[in-house]
């Protein structure tokens, strides 16, 4: 009879293969300890400040001869010169803004006018408690409408004060560490869209492509390897990369890191979503694109009026910069090309010359030497049709400045995707024209997060979509800021 006695294995080696094991839940990551922590000071900072409102408030109110000539009304009187008095108060107010979701995180915690109706909910249950168990007591009304008041002026001050500090410490000190899970090409836009928002808030650690089978079998000793590292949170840029997602979540989960899931390897369109429960179960919702109608008309008075303004301080550097042109090399000026614009229209882009005469003739003998993956753009870092100066003004983009012309006529933008030569157009996918349905422009998300150096025309499509998706102007004059930054740095321009 054959015996099939399995192997007992040790304690050791069972704490390490089962996910169970206890050692694995009892530990706090950093992230988890600093939530917590940053929950306890909120708590602390609303309290101490909602207890100086209601003593301010008592002061002012007894202080003031104005204030006195005001009727009174029976609320919680006397109890207000007891110590014991502000505990109630402050639990009532503590609870209606931890109810409203206020101490979570971030962008939660950063819905001012929820707090501003939370604290005014706090105030009338405050008053109908009252009326309620103190109707014998005398408590001035001047007392109570200022006790709002400062509460309003303290909490919210207080909160936009710590909030800016932890933006400044965040992104000075205290980087949130984070690893990236996912494809090459998914963690690359990751990596451009947190550079772009956050700047220094996010520091990456590392990134792991999970689709290797190499890689997927030692998940475990990677796992651990990051949790050493003091890693707060893994971004998953793909998900579908993913071998198995229940095992997967359950390792993250038990080593108490958190784990955030971006859209950028999912099949939907790059834009932040809006996440509603419908009958309990999550759904995604998606809002029509931007830079339509009344959006349009915000984006375009504002491209008028600035490019406009621009021309008009910039003519005597644009006089001197076309004498050089004319100096460097036989030809016109200025260099015409007709691109694809909006809705697929044609029209003539205006550029500073920065080749010679005969570029366009010559770019079919370079074509072998094009550094782009898939052809769509052509980019040659040594391209000899460049002309000196025109080296000068490719490396600081001054040979877009014209452009503005465009933008004055109305084929152009200062923000929104480049306009591409009918060349590139030609080697175009069907799902490329989507970026035609907004005005090209001088600048973009593309070009403020790499340029000439991101040489996969998917990648430029998808930030572009981006653009398109999540429109702003906030987020145009974010892209204009980090373009004069990005043209000054000489950022993978050539």
């Given at each position: ?237 793909s998900w579908r990369s993913i071998p198995d997602h229940m095992e997967f979540c359950w390792t993250v989960k038990t ?240």
């Amino acid at each position: 009879m054959l015996n099939s006695q399995k192997p007992i294995t040790s304690d050791v080696e069972k704490s390490k293969s089962d996910q169970r094991a206890p050692n694995r839940i009892i530990s706090l990551s950093r992230g988890i300890r600093i939530g917590w922590l940053r929950t306890i000071l909120f708590v602390l900072l609303d309290a101490t400040l909602a207890s100086l409102a209601w003593k301010s408030a008592q002061w002012v109110s007894s202080n003031q001869d104005t204030l006195k000539a005001i009727p009174s009304f029976d609320l919680i009187g006397d109890n207000a010169s007891r110590p014991g008095f502000l505990l109630p108060i402050l639990l009532i107010t503590l609870n209606s803004i931890a109810a409203a979701g206020l101490y979570s995180e971030r962008e939660s915690r950063r819905q001012y006018f929820r707090l501003i109706k939370s604290l005014t909910f706090a105030q009338v249950i405050i008053l109908f408690l009252a009326f309620l168990y103190e109707p014998e007591a005398i408590f001035s009304r001047s007392t109570f409408l200022l006790a709002w008041l400062f509460n309003l002026i303290f909490v919210l001050a207080g909160r936009l004060i710590a909030e800016a500090s932890i933006t400044i410490i965040r992104k000075s000190h205290l980087s949130h560490k984070i690893f990236l899970v996912g494809t090459p090409q998914d963690t690359l836009l990751a990596k451009i869209a947190l550079k772009l928002v956050n700047n220094k808030e996010y520091e990456i650690l590392g990134q792991i492509d999970l689709s290797t089978k190499e890689n997927s079998c030692r998940w475990q000793e990677i796992l651990e390897k990051i949790s050493k590292q003091g890693v707060g949170e893994i971004f998953v840029c793909s998900w579908r990369s993913i071998p198995d997602h229940m095992e997967f979540c359950w390792t993250v989960k038990t080593a108490g890191i958190h784990l955030r899931i971006l859209p950028v390897g999912l099949s939907i369109p790059t834009q932040v979503p809006k996440i509603e429960m419908i009958s309990g179960i999550p759904t995604i919702h998606l809002s029509p694109p931007a830079i339509v109608g009344f959006d349009y008309w915000i984006k375009r008075s504002f491209d008028l009026v600035s490019s406009g303004l621009f021309l008009l301080l910039a003519a005597p550097l644009l006089c001197f910069i076309a004498v050089l042109i004319y100096l460097d090399s036989p030809g016109p000026i200025f260099y015409k090309q007709t691109r694809m614009g909006l809705r697929g229209r044609h029209f003539k882009v205006w550029k500073f010359r920065t080749m010679v005469a005969n570029a366009d003739q010559l770019i079919k003998e370079l074509e072998a030497k094009n550094e782009t993956k898939d052809g769509v753009l052509f980019k040659m870092k040594e391209d000899p049709r460049i002309t000196k100066v025109g080296k000068f003004l490719r490396r600081y983009s001054i040979d877009e400045l014209p452009q503005l012309i465009n933008v004055v006529k109305g084929s152009m933008s200062l923000v929104g995707p480049r306009p591409l030569p009918l060349r590139d157009v030609e080697c175009f996918k069907p799902h490329h024209f989507a970026r035609q349905n907004v005005l090209p422009g001088i600048t973009g998300l593309w070009q403020v997060s790499g340029r000439s150096n991101i040489l996969d025309f998917e990648n430029a499509f998808r930030l572009d979509m981006t653009y398109i998706n999540n429109w702003s102007l906030a987020m145009d004059f974010q892209i204009l800021l980090k373009t004069v930054k990005v043209v000054l740095g000489k950022d993978g321009a050539y």
